[in-house]
């Protein structure tokens, strides 16, 4: 029965992700804490981080084909995110899970806002000639590296509107490059939540093994995901997934806030 679980999870996760254009983890980590039994936030991040590298690279794959990937852009930016994710994603193993959840359930009105943006039209900042720096740069990463090592997630959501923001890159190839410096960043933090997993009374192995069962349907979902995304009214989509998010948000925020004090 957990079998099925985790291949439907992972099919509904994929194509989500594909519809939309979103991290899996912000489906996976709630859906875990709902439906699997003794599962707790600590196990449902680590799973979902072991899931993401499998996904990102056939989104890295894609974008580089058709040359949405600035490589210059992935180099000055993978340093500082390699080193936040590591750090984060090993401090998270310490944090009191009630504070873990509280914190996702905010970062998911952040996702939240996203979607209701995309749902009104509302459009995306067009990037400037100025060159950016290398704080600029560096900010991305650290800023990326950090929530994704934290909440368990891609960063998609977070480091996409920073390239195009402060590395002035055009969407599309913000779109591009962060799924390249996902899959390098989800690789690294995924051993790195794995292997502190003992910190949260937790092991490694146990990750691993779910991460399995929903990698194969994560992926026949992104690509059904993909090949319905000129078929689906994608505003239709986001609505259902927004009452989804808040319905998630509500019972993170009603379960951890009575647990902080």
């Known amino acids: 029965m957990d079998f099925l679980l985790f291949v439907c999870l992972g ?3 994929g194509t989500l992700g594909g519809l939309l254009g979103i991290g899996g983890s912000v489906i996976m980590i709630p859906a875990l804490l709902f439906f699997v039994p003794n599962m707790t936030i600590h196990l449902s991040q680590a799973i979902a ?3 993401n590298p499998a996904v990102a690279v056939s989104s890295a794959a894609k974008h580089h084909k058709n040359k949405n990937v600035s490589w210059s852009v992935v180099w000055r930016v993978l340093p500082l995110s390699l080193v936040f994710i590591s750090a984060a ?6 944090i009191k899970g009630a504070w873990l959840e509280f914190a996702f359930a905010t970062f998911l009105i952040w996702v939240l806002w996203d979607q209701i943006a995309c749902i009104v039209g509302k459009s995306k900042s067009s990037p400037t000639l100025t060159k950016p720096s290398k704080l ?4 991305t ?3 990326t590296g950090t929530m994704a090592g934290l909440l368990g997630i891609g960063g998609g959501l977070i480091q996409v509107p920073l390239l195009n923001r402060l ?3 055009p969407i599309k190839r913000a779109i591009g490059t962060s799924s390249a410096i996902m899959f390098v960043t989800a690789i690294l933090g995924a051993t790195v939540k794995d292997l502190s997993l003992q910190n949260a009374d ?3 192995l146990t990750a691993i093994k779910h991460a399995a069962q929903i990698i194969p349907g994560a992926l026949v979902g992104g690509w059904i995901g993909a090949k319905l995304t000129n078929v689906l009214p994608s505003k239709a989509i986001r609505v259902v997934f927004a009452i ?3 319905l998630a948000g509500y019972k993170l925020f009603s379960g951890s806030i009575p647990l902080l004090f």
């Open 11 to 13: 099919l509904v996760a």
């Open 49 to 51: 981080m072991s899931v």
């Open 89 to 94: 994603a090993w401090f998270s193993n310490s």
């Open 136 to 139: 600029q740069f560096g900010a």
């Open 141 to 143: 990463g650290g800023i």
């Open 167 to 169: 590395c002035k890159l």
């Open 202 to 204: 937790h092991d490694a």
């Open 244 to 246: 989804l998010v808040i």
